[in-house]
């Protein structure tokens, strides 16, 4: 099945920095690359994906990288705030047969954002 | 999002104890899941349902079992609760799209302490 690796597990930066989380995946058929963030005592919410056909994908201050051959995919948040402060997980999926539909989750990265 | 809701939304119970949690949507979702989150490894899923007839073990099915009562409704029960199954649990929703690209939402999560 599919494995998802995610480094670092915690991450520190100044407000106003930027923060990079990288995800790695073992099943080349994933095609489908989800971020999620869950608040502190919340329930985790997507917070942007991005599919195989797409190399980049940008959401204001959020931004995701695919790299399909090597299998690895990114999050960067540019210009950081308080508010970013979360656990954030990376996900894979791919479609057909008995794993459709189905998330495969990394393990994590604590992010702080100190004022 | 209100529309996932998970009953009870913390419990406390003691070793060989038998133990139902609930979960319910309103999204009008086929498809539901349940997760377990421990620190540091991220969301693991434990059973998943495509639909009212469709059951399937997660990675980590072991000591779980579920019912899918109706579209609305998915149950994880622990029949014989171990402390290692000290967790937060979510349940989660989805729906359905021919590519099988979909948001999945997550309840509120229920918090399970075995003594």
């Known amino acids: 099945g599919e494995n998802v690796e995610q480094h670092p597990s915690t991450l520190s930066v100044q407000e106003g920095d930027s923060a990079v989380i990288k995800c790695t995946y073992s099943d080349s058929a994933s095609n489908y690359f989800p971020w999620y963030k869950q608040e502190l005592g919340k329930r985790p919410q997507l917070i942007i994906d991005i599919r195989s056909n797409v190399g980049e994908k940008k959401d204001q201050r959020i931004a995701v990288t695919l790299n399909k051959t090597a299998k690895h995919f990114s999050l960067h948040i540019t210009e950081t705030q308080p508010e970013d402060s979360a656990v954030y997980f990376c996900?894979?999926?791919?479609?057909?047969?008995?794993?459709?539909?189905?998330?495969?989750f990394g393990q994590g990265t604590i992010l702080t954002v100190h004022p | 999002d209100a529309d996932v809701t998970q009953t009870p939304r913390n419990r406390i119970t003691k070793t060989g104890k038998r133990i139902m949690l609930e979960c319910s949507q309103t999204k009008g979702h086929d498809r539901m899941y349940w997760y377990r989150q421990d620190p540091g490894l991220g969301l693991r899923l434990i059973y998943y349902s495509f639909d009212v007839k469709d059951i399937n073990k997660g990675e980590i099915s072991d000591g779980y079992s579920v019912s899918r009562q109706a579209q609305a409704k998915f149950s994880l029960s622990l029949e014989s609760a171990i402390p290692n199954q000290t967790a937060l649990y979510f349940c989660?929703?989805?729906?359905?799209?021919?590519?099988?690209?979909?948001?999945?939402?997550f309840g509120p999560g229920t918090r399970l302490t075995v003594l």
């Open positions: 989660a929703t989805s729906g359905h799209q021919n590519r099988g690209f979909t948001t999945q939402y």
């Open positions: 996900a894979a999926s791919r479609d057909g047969g008995t794993s459709y539909g189905k998330l495969t």
